[in-house]
Antibody, heavy 117, light 107 residues
Framework: EVQLVESGGGLVQPGGSLRLSCAASGFTFSLYEFSWVRQAPGKGLEWLSHIKYCGSDIYYADSVKGRFTISRDNARNSVYLQMSSLRAEDSAIYYC??????????WGRGTLVTVSS | EIVLTQSPATLSLSPGERATLSCRASQSVSIYLAWYQQKPGQAPRLLISDASNRATGIPARFSGGGSGTDFTLTISSLEPEDFAVYHCQQRYRWPLTFGGGTVVDIK
């Protein structure tokens, strides 16, 4: 069974940092690309970042460029999102989603990030 | 950045009725548009990829069409479990973008 499980969310102060993880299982991890997508309370989906198979190609939304870093570890079947200089507007549920040169066919359940003092 | 505009924002219908949702792109995305369904407290679920390809396990009452800048998701006869939020997403050009969503609720 395909599973994506996000972790690492929580309460952090403005200006702080957090590292999200997405643990994958049930499929050949190295054959897939991954994105992080977030959803603020009551709002729509916002694509944040994408990493290709070997991690050589990476893309970011302007809203997080320079503050967030995506990475992957094919040996650990995991994708990460290092977030720094966090702001109140970064508060959201963060989803990990997989794709194979198509749409996102599987999503994790998400991890909640709250940025507040 | 390619902006996706979904309409209407809310669609109030009864079970058994036909639902037609629209997604318009600010520039051509060819056929590289997907549709997702999201229910409260759940992650999005893929319905349609590349404009018209139904994802695995998605009922035939869901269909997608369009190309270029204008796309449609049609639910031929609404079932109770279809009342949800629907999102469109383009993968034609970076940054990838989502539309604002359409809520399909019970009339």
């Amino acid at each position: 069974e395909v599973q994506l499980v996000e972790s690492g969310g929580g309460l952090v102060q403005p200006g702080g940092s957090l590292r999200l993880s997405c643990a994958a299982s049930g499929f050949t991890f190295s054959l897939y690309e991954f994105s992080w997508v977030r959803q603020a309370p009551g709002k729509g989906l916002e694509w944040l970042s994408h990493i290709k198979y070997c991690g050589s190609d990476i893309y970011y939304a302007d809203s997080v460029k320079g503050r967030f870093t995506i990475s992957r570890d094919n040996a650990r079947n995991s994708v990460y999102l290092q977030m720094s200089s966090l702001r109140a507007e970064d508060s959201a549920i963060y989803y990990c989603a997989r794709t194979q040169d198509s749409a996102y066919d599987y999503w994790g359940r998400g991890t909640l990030v709250t940025v507040s003092s | 950045e390619i902006v996706l505009t979904q309409s209407p924002a809310t669609l109030s219908l009864s079970p058994g009725e036909r639902a037609t949702l629209s997604c318009r792109a600010s520039q051509s995305v060819s056929i590289y548009l997907a549709w997702y369904q999201q229910k409260p407290g759940q992650a999005p679920r893929l319905l349609i990829s590349d404009a018209s390809n139904r994802a695995t396990g998605i009922p035939a009452r869901f269909s997608g069409g369009g190309s270029g800048t204008d796309f449609t998701l049609t639910i031929s006869s609404l079932e109770p479990e279809d009342f949800a939020v629907y999102h469109c997403q383009q993968r034609y050009r970076w940054p990838l973008t989502f539309g604002g969503g359409t809520v399909v609720d019970i009339k």
